[in-house]
């Protein structure tokens, strides 16, 4: 494994304020979004757990599932809760 640095506090502060946001709204969403969005906790909890295992030598793949969650998962929650009104 090549050992590198990435830059990964953009996604990760996307994901944090995704799940913040989440929580706040989980009431809202239908039963199928709030379903949808366990699967991206899950996700979520299973990439800070390997980013946190691999620490210093944060493999490339590692980095890039970071920044496709924090996308994936941004876009969910501009669909499903942006867009409730409180």
Known sequence: MK????????PLETL????????LSLHLLSLDA????DDW???ILNLESQIGQEAESLSEATASAAIDLSGSVKAFVDNHVRNIKH
């Not at 050992?3 to 953009?10: A, E, G, K, V």
Request: proline share 0%.
């Open 16 to 23: 944090t304020a995704a799940r913040d946001q989440m929580r």
């Open 41 to 43: 906790e899950a996700k």
């Open 3 to 10: 050992t590198s640095t990435f830059d990964l506090s953009h």
């Open 34 to 37: 709030r379903q949808k969005w």
